[in-house]
């Protein structure tokens, strides 16, 4: 055991002032049928640090935290945290020591208040045995006190934001004395006040002793709040080190494994006509009177803050969501787009926000969601030419790299990345000539973000497609688009040409005028 | 990486012809055809009158009037539906059958009102649901009630006899060709044409799209309201026409004909694996899990044992074929 126990130190960091790794996960395997997820991982958090963990989608991120929570089990590998040895721990368990992982998707129970989120399973009894709302409350209070927000207990937590519930469930982790929380992707559904926000409660948990595991995409933010880096690639550790020795490209070159010297494709942009032509959308209080134009082969980005209407644009214009007022034009007419079926048929493709829940149909085949939304093509008297279908299907699989081992496999088996492939390819498919697609790579990984990059280049080249962008991500706005909408609160308060954008520039608009 | 043009757009694939179905879960049915055997097996060892002619066309005639229901029930449930309707939807169209018949309509004219009867209750259920925005449960369970109620009052609460004035009639519900009998043959057509309908036309993927994921089938250009009002006009014509079968066999038709049956063809479709999380399944498993409720049934009957207990042991299966469903999912998601 002693012997056990002295191993980890010898690899320990000498520039920690004390010998004090929280978490220290050693030689972790873990193989799933036909896959080895794991290879001999070996990953160390310092007491009170941010630990960023990086790599692509697949490298492993996901089981490595999953083994760490206790819901999967290493086949090989030992697991100390806050000097204990752990062994095959229960989720309950690694709770108890002071773990908490907190997921993309919120496991909170949406009708329940605030309060009994935070405590869920621990709600404090009285002396007769029923539940002390009373104490429930006040504790509840202190503890988001103590992380710098307030929210009324009694509040249902189906009525907060996405970032108010974000903080709940760190306020839980907290009230579970948890000693290390790990974030999946915090800031995938966070605007950038909410992200600065959170910064701010990480850091003053931080001075507290709280360590973190920090995972995400966006490589700014590791730059802004994490202390050390841990890269995973294919299952195994490409480097670990402190913040200071690494830089963006050498970042993105570890989880890649290859230089990505320009990582948006050169763009040779040739307009055409005006293809489509929005005046005078209305749509309540979310959006209020917006007005521009699309021309054949531009990108044309959308960007603002959560909440100021960006994916709400997009919805209305495919009649996914009812106007209350606005003339659309398509080539050069005016048409009314009561339903996204409408819309298709005269040529607009919407990949919407959220794959999984409106994007995709999971459960089914690669090839399936792929021609879903133009089936006539292949119908003749609706019957389905299913020879035909799947030529089709493989000819969209290999134009644009989707890396699937059928056409057959379920696409909820596959990578963000290949999954939103399949999402652009459902658009090529019902053969539009105007695209609106909402965070093109979100939740996809470094290296396919650049391929889907390169698609969307090559459809408004080659095909005089009209695109238009919505995205969360400056960078991908500025490096792809021809021309920029900042939205804020509904309204559109810039139109910037490709020249002269920049994020500061971009920032100001979409937080004040 | 810069060749992501349309000049790699020419794939050297070509068509084989046939594909295999994208639609997903097939393979399931293979598993339970073995239970099926299995279960044959064990009731000609437990009984040796199981393998009579007589039992064996007893049973496939019990396996296509539960059958015949239960394709209509597939469809509701592929679109994550349900249709508790379908037994008093028999009911009304049985006394219906009975009426016209003994009021000297034509057997031809009287299918055809009959089964136009099943779509236009079908199609109660496809508006509520639709436009109403009822939850199928409620809308159906609803009608349940209220097709129980007018079979009642239509037959005054009495059976209604045919008399032998509809001899033609009877071969529908007793008749044979090649010494099957007619309704076996029935249920054959019904399922291959479901079987069709369900993977071969553009309405069966959507179908399956609309169960899999309601908003992104509506944001996919699907009509989702229009899809989901067919399939319970498929479940109350399929419905009506049990009803005709029915009516033929007894000779009578009773206001509490198909009392019961909903929940059949429930634990039909689920055996037969399609899941009541909509999207996935299909016909050929629901023809397999209508035989292994009747080879069941047959086998207990043959035993001895009591009808009573009977209902505990459906009952049983019924949670055991969703237990499995969710211990599947489960294991392929993690």
Known sequence: MLQTLQAPREQQDISSPRDDAILRMADIEKSFPGVKALRNVTFSVRRGEVHALVGENGAGKSTLMKILSGAYRADNGSIWFDGELTRHSS???MIDRGIAVIYQEFSQASHLTVAENIFMNRLPRTRFGTVDWKGLNTDALGCMRRLGFEIEPTTPVARLSVAQRQMV????????????????????????????????????????????????????EVFDICQSVTVLRDGQVMKSDMIESWTTASLIQAMVGRPLTEFFPPRNPKFGDEILKVSGLRRGKILKDLSFSLRAGEILGVCGLAGAGRSELLRAIVGADA????????????????SPRRAISLGIGFAPEDRKTEGLFLGQSVGFNITISKLEKFARANVLRLGKEKSEIESYVSRLRVKTPKVTTRIGTLSGGNQQKCVIAKQLNAECDVLLIDE?????????????????????????????????????????????????????TAELGRDEASEELIMRYATHH | ?????????????????????????????????????????????????????????????????????????????????????????????????ALLL?????????????????????????????????????????????????????AEGQPIGLGDRTMDFMWLGRGYVLNIPVPVWIFLIVSLVAIFVLRYTAHGRRIHAVGSNEEAAHLSGINVKLVTFSVYVI?????????????????????????????????????????????????????????????LANIMNLVGVSPFTQQIVKGAIIVGAVLYEMLRRRKGSS
């Open chain 1, 91 to 93: 989720p309950a368990e």
């Open chain 1, 169 to 220: 469930e760190i306020a839980r982790a907290i009230s579970q004395h948890a000693k290390l929380i790990v974030l999946d992707e915090p800031s995938a559904v966070l605007g950038d006040t909410e992200l600065e926000r959170l910064f701010a409660t990480i850091r003053s948990l931080q001075a507290e002793g709280v360590s973190f595991v920090y995972i995400s995409h966006r490589l700014k």
């Open chain 1, 323 to 338: 106007l209350d007022a606005g003339r659309i034009e398509v080539h050069g007419s005016e048409k009314t787009i009561s």
């Open chain 1, 440 to 492: 093109p790579t979100r939740g996809v990984d470094v290296g396919a973000k650049r391929e889907i990059y390169e698609l969307l280049v090559a459809f408004t080249e080659t095909r005089g497609m009209g695109i238009l962008m919505v995205s969360s991500e400056l960078p991908e706005i500025l490096g792809l688009c021809d021309r920029i909408l900042v939205m804020r609160d509904g309204e559109i």
């Open chain 2, 1 to 97: 990486m810069t060749n992501i043009t349309e000049q790699t757009a020419i794939t050297e694939r070509t068509a084989d012809g046939k594909g295999r179905s994208l639609l997903s879960s097939i393979p399931k049915g293979a598993g339970l055809l073995w239970v099926l055997v299995a279960l044959c097996v064990v009731a000609a060892l437990l009984s040796p009158a199981f393998l009579n002619a007589a039992n064996v066309t007893n049973v496939l005639r019990q396996v296509a009037l539960f059958g015949i229901v239960s394709v209509g029930m597939t469809f509701v449930i592929l679109t994550k539906g349900i249709d508790l309707s379908v037994g008093s939807i028999l009911g009304v169209c049985a006394v219906v059958t």
């Open chain 2, 102 to 154: 003994t009021g000297g309509m034509s057997v031809a004219l009287t299918i055809l009102v009959v089964l136009l009867l099943g779509a236009v209750l079908g199609a109660v259920n496809g508006l509520g649901i639709t436009l109403g925005g009822v939850p199928p449960f409620i809308m159906t369970l609803g009608m349940m009630v209220m097709g129980r109620g007018l079979a009642l009052t239509l």
């Open chain 2, 235 to 295: 479940s109350g014509v399929l419905a009506s026409l049990t009803a005709l079968i029915y009516v033929s066999r007894l000779t009578v038709g009773e206001p509490t004909a198909g009392t019961g049956i909903e929940l059949e063809a429930i634990a039909i479709t689920v055996i037969g694996g399609t899941s009541l999380f909509g999207g996935e399944g299909g016909i050929f498993g629901t023809i397999i899990g209508a035989a292994i409720l009747a080879v």
